[in-house]
């Protein structure tokens, strides 16, 4: 039997971890910190689900690849309705991704993406991410930002920019983007939303489509095309030639719908944080536009402070120990990588967004361990140029007046700004 939390917290953990209340909205940090002292693995017995916040806590469950399992990454923990569900087993939704898996599978499959994302491949595609960030900044410039309700930086360039590359890195069709984004969007609010029983089946619809269209979009490259040999599409599909295939088609699918969304939304949201910690002191903006070089700084302090990835769902595969709790086989595991980023014990002035700070990234933003994220050196790098632009072009950036912060539900997954209204 697993240990029990002390019952001097319990009625604590179910007020102060509820991913739908807008405090938690606006700021689960204070939530982390509450925790991190007192129960950092506090069991949540609404969700029946373990919640590690404490640093230790977090290193030793990302350590532990196999007595914690991440094939269920993708699970949200909204409950869904009977009819949505019927509908959802027909399609790939519970189909766990190859990234997600243990051993040779997850091995070989991570090896072949990480061929898309080497430090070559960086180099060759960062003159292509200036380019659009530069576009996308010429166009507020062209239009102005003097309206008395400003202008929303991210859906006008905190969105297009990462949704663009990895468009373009993958071989999705100009003509489908808007299309994709909209079926991207279902899936996502099916793990995170709280729906209706009649959206979540309109969802569930909307994703045997998204699927199918992806599977037509592999099967374009059966012809050889040239571009088979460019972009992620035509590498997938060849993945499941051959006697030895990396995977099957639907595997592919599957990896496809979580690479177009892990490429855009986590940077989508990291871009617009980093701006809005900027401009909420103007003098950090400043600081900025001053010295361009410190743009690096503030994606690695956004990272820390105020991560677009607040953790992910392992699930134990065996009784497991997490610090001083023993976590029971099939317990699921809420491992919130950004707690550890505002821990006061291991980062002075944890809870101060700071730019002169010195040394190696002291946060877990992009996860740790054999599921660190592959795309991590993409999004720091879309990141750093969407600031180093924006400074360039409009130096006298600042939030809209009146702006107040509105966060989407993103569960105990994203933390991402509904709008950025900005003008200057």
């Given amino acids: 039997m697993p240990e029990s939390v002390p019952s001097v917290v319990d009625w604590e953990i179910e007020e102060v971890f509820d991913p739908l209340s807008e ?57 869904i309705a009977p009819q949505a569900k019927e509908v959802l087993e027909g399609t790939l939704f519970y189909q766990p991704a190859l990234y997600n898996l243990a051993g040779p599978a997850h091995t070989r499959f991570r090896a072949f993406i990480n061929e898309y994302f080497t430090p070559r491949k960086l180099r060759v595609l960062e003159p292509r991410i200036r380019e659009v960030a530069r576009e996308l900044a010429a166009e507020l410039v062209a239009e102005g930002g003097d309206g008395a309700e400003g202008v929303d930086l991210l859906a006008r360039f905190a969105y297009p920019l990462p949704y663009t590359v990895i468009s373009e890195v993958i071989g999705v069709p100009v003509a489908d983007r808007a299309a994709v984004k909209e079926w991207n969007n279902a899936w996502l609010l099916l793990q995170v939303a709280p729906l209706t029983p009649d959206q979540q ?12 269209y992806l599977r037509e979009l592999l099967l374009t490259r059966a012809d050889g095309a040239p571009e088979a040999d460019e972009d992620l599409i035509g590498g997938l599909y060849r993945a499941t030639l051959g006697e030895d295939p990396l995977c099957t088609l639907d595997q592919a699918v599957v990896a496809l ?168």
């Avoid at 982390?32 to 373990?50: I, L, Q």
């Avoid at 002291?362 to 750093?384: K, M, Q, S, Y």
């Fill in 23 to 79: 405090q938690f909205m606006a700021c689960p940090y204070a939530a982390y910190a509450k925790a991190r002292g007192t129960v950092p693995v506090a069991h949540h017995r609404g969700f029946d689900e373990y919640i590690v916040t404490g640093r230790a806590e977090l290193h030793s469950a990302l350590r532990d690849s196999t007595g914690l399992t991440s094939r269920h990454n993708l699970d949200g923990h909204v409950p």
């Fill in 201 to 212: 089946l309109a969802f569930a619809g909307q994703l045997a489509a998204y699927e199918e």
């Fill in 257 to 424: 719908r979580f690479m177009i969304a892990a490429g855009h939304e986590t940077t989508t949201n990291l871009i617009a944080n980093a701006v809005h910690q900027l401009l909420t002191v103007p003098e950090r903006w400043a600081a900025v536009v001053a010295d361009p070089a410190l743009a690096a700084a503030a994606v690695e302090e956004t990272l820390r402070h105020d991560s677009s990835v607040q953790g992910a769902l392992r699930v134990a595969t065996e009784d497991v120990r997490i610090g001083d709790t023993l976590v029971p086989a099939g317990a699921r595991v809420r491992v919130m990588f950004a707690a550890a980023g505002r821990d006061p014990e291991v980062v002075p002035d944890a809870e101060e967004f700071r730019l002169d700070r010195t040394g190696p990234p002291n946060h877990l933003g992009f996860g740790f361990g054999v599921h660190f994220c592959v795309g991590a050196p993409l999004a720091r790098l879309e990141t750093r140029v969407a600031l180093e632009t924006l400074a360039e072009a409009l130096p006298q950036l600042r939030l809209a007046d009146g702006f107040r912060p509105r966060h989407l539900p993103g569960g105990f997954i994203f933390h991402a700004l509904e709008s950025l209204p900005v003008t200057w």
